[in-house]
């Protein structure tokens, strides 16, 4: 009796002091990095520290004032199949990290059998032994004692990678509203230039008309008229063109959107479409700590430094407990009678000789935890690259595009000059072509430096880690993903 009670106080012991942790406990990598992004504006240099509500601070809802815009965003949010299928994967990595997490707990199974046969006599020989039948029914319980903390590094490993799946889903839902809002800028660009495209149409038909009535009048010569023919049909070839891109780029939407090719409701027109001003200069370096992909990158080097610690745990014995009861009888009605068996046992295990497995696995594991430290410093890297260069073009494409105004203005302006002068005979045909001509690219790329400029501010978003802090379900779990609660049975 004195031998047995000295089992339950060791055990009382071993599970108290919770054993211990070996591998390294997991420390922010230090790396240099500049305390604020790069920003080439005269106030980005000059400014000590951002204001306190940035544009990273923002929602979505309120970077992109377009109603239509937001309505489409709402609908990828829900049926974008990248953010189902990240959905999905966050059920997958949460069940993943609760089947490690399991081991932590002692693990109780039960067993029973039935035998019916005849046994054989090999001593008198006797091979017509007495036909029986025998029940046992067993119950069985283990536990590993997690010593030196192999099952709680793997916990913290699977844990970590769980959050980089939620990371992930994050960042993907992020790129899905990135992608809806350019693609949708990019529409509203084509239609712009549609627009264009039939107003200089309409002007150069109205040049040919003009000059072919002066034809026939015999004032004006067939040169003319075959100039101003030649820049119609230029005008004109690009209107079917932009109404196929147009077609292209909806069903491109349709895609993102989870829906059937079909066509995309319009809000504000392009050059109507609001642009904040207020972006401000001298962000802190500490924002990046938002980004989705950044804290992805870490979550997973968390894993990985807690699967060195697992493997050097491999090289220690493992202690695990194991008991049983149970009751064998011929008789079903007397199985728990008399017939009753228990054993309680310790069990201790450990490596003596595994051809180098033990010592490659540690490898393989700290060559992982390397990858992972090199690719969060990468994504580290490239996000202050990706800030620095969408605050720059922030500034300089609202530069291009006061410029391309003025220019548009002086050219719309040489146009209606230089139709005066040719309808009063004091500029040849040549002027006015070439007045009109001009107008008609120009007013392309002010078009396009507005659709540059709004697809910058979404990259500028994106790269701040928008709407970080925003407390939407739609970011905190979509539905398509179920409720924890609603757990299918197994089959």
């Not at 599970?15 to 922010?28: I, K, Q, T």
């Not at 699977?158 to 939620?166: F, G, H, K, M, V």
Request: aromatic share 8%; charged share 20%.
């Amino acid at each position: 009796m004195r031998r047995l009670g000295v089992f339950p106080a060791l055990l009382a012991a071993l599970v108290l002091s919770g054993g211990c942790l070996l591998g390294p406990d997991y420390r922010r990598p230090a790396f240099e990095t500049p305390e604020r992004h790069r920003d080439e504006r005269p106030e980005g240099r000059a400014q000590a520290a951002a204001a306190a509500a940035s544009l990273a601070d923002r929602p979505w809802w309120e970077i992109f004032g377009d109603e239509a815009l937001g309505s489409l965003i709402d609908e990828a949010l829900r049926n974008n199949f990248d953010a189902r299928v990240a959905a999905w994967r966050v059920e997958e990595y949460r069940a993943r990290a609760g089947v490690v997490r399991a081991d932590l707990y002692p693990q109780a199974r039960y067993q029973g059998q039935v035998v019916h046969g005849r046994q054989s006599d090999l001593v008198s020989g006797d091979t017509n032994g007495p036909t029986g039948t025998v029940v046992t029914v067993n119950a069985a319980l283990s536990w590993e004692i997690d010593l030196w903390g192999r099952v709680r590094r793997l916990s913290e490993s699977a844990l970590a990678q769980y959050l980089a799946t939620e990371e992930a889903r994050r960042a993907v839902m992020l790129s899905v509203v990135s992608q809806v809002a350019t693609a949708y800028f990019q529409l509203r660009e084509l239609d712009e230039r549609l627009e264009i495209a039939r107003r200089t149409t309409e002007a150069f038909q109205g040049t040919y008309d003009l000059f072919d009535r002066r034809l026939s009048g015999g004032v004006a010569s067939g040169l003319e008229v075959a100039r101003a023919e030649a820049a119609l049909g230029s005008a004109s070839a690009q209107i079917p063109d932009l109404e196929r891109q147009i077609v292209a780029q909806e069903n491109l939407l349709s895609f993102l959107l989870g829906r059937n090719p079909g066509p995309i409701p319009r809000g504000a027109a392009l050059t109507e479409q609001p642009i904040p001003v207020d972006v401000p200069s001298g962000l802190p370096s500490a924002l990046l700590e938002r980004r989705p992909d950044v804290r992805q990158s870490e979550a997973l080097l968390v894993a990985a430094n807690a699967n060195v610690g697992a493997a050097i745990a491999d090289f220690f014995p493992s202690i695990s407990l194991t008991g049983a009861f149970g009751g064998v009888s011929a008789d079903v009605g007397e199985l728990f009678g008399g017939n009753r068996a228990w054993s309680v046992a310790a069990n201790l295990a450990g490596p003596i000789f595994q051809a180098g497995r033990l010592r490659n696995r540690y490898r393989v594991n700290r060559a992982l935890y390397e990858e992972a430290l090199v690719q969060y410093e990468s994504a580290v890297r490239n996000a202050f690259g990706e800030v620095s260069t969408a605050l720059v073009a922030h500034a300089r494409l609202a530069e291009v595009e006061v410029r391309q105004k003025r220019s548009v203005a002086a050219y719309r302006e040489a146009v209606r000059l230089a139709n005066i002068r040719y309808t009063s005979g004091l500029s040849s045909y040549v002027e006015f072509l070439d007045a009109q001509q001009q107008l008609f690219p120009t007013e392309i790329a002010l078009a396009q430096t507005r659709s540059a400029r709004l697809t910058n501010l979404v990259t500028l978003y994106r790269a701040l880690g928008g709407g970080w802090n925003v407390q939407d379900p739609t970011w905190a779990r979509p539905a398509a993903s179920p409720p924890a609660a609603a757990v299918r049975p197994e089959r």
